[in-house]
């Protein structure tokens, strides 16, 4: 199992910024993807960004239309922890919505093919 726990959600003016972080751990190992997606009310849960690597040494980046040029998602490892973060700049309030961590086993923008999942996080743009 891996656990997924997000931080960093909060209120924000349209414009600003905030980072969200994912602190995964237990059978981390396992997992080869992360990503963030998000659900505003009454919407579909949609993909935002997604990191995936190959051998620890391969990256490869992907990112909704909607937020690229405008959120960054990277990553932070330290032994069997793993830290996926998303920078989040120039904030519009269409923005807004339960953000969710994500880990998997493989490149995906598709939520069903996630094993895990974070609680949630919530990001609030104001105009």
């Known amino acids: 199992q891996v656990q997924l726990v997000e931080s960093g959600g909060g209120l924000v003016q349209a414009g600003g910024s905030l980072r969200l972080s994912c602190a995964a751990s237990g059978r981390t190992f396992s997992t080869y993807a992360m990503g963030w997606f998000r659900q505003a009310p009454g919407k579909e849960r949609e993909f935002v960004a997604g990191?995936?690597?190959?051998?620890?040494?391969?990256?490869?980046?992907?990112?909704a239309d909607s937020v690229k040029g405008r959120f960054t998602i990277s990553i932070s490892k330290d032994n069997a922890k793993k830290t996926v973060f998303v920078q989040m700049n120039s904030l519009k309030p269409e923005d807004t919505a339960v953000y969710y961590c994500a880990a998997g086993t493989r490149r995906t923008v598709r939520a069903e093919e996630y094993d895990y999942w974070g609680q949630g996080t919530q990001v609030t743009v104001s105009s």
């Open positions: 990191i995936s690597w190959v051998d620890g040494i391969t990256y490869y980046w992907d990112y």
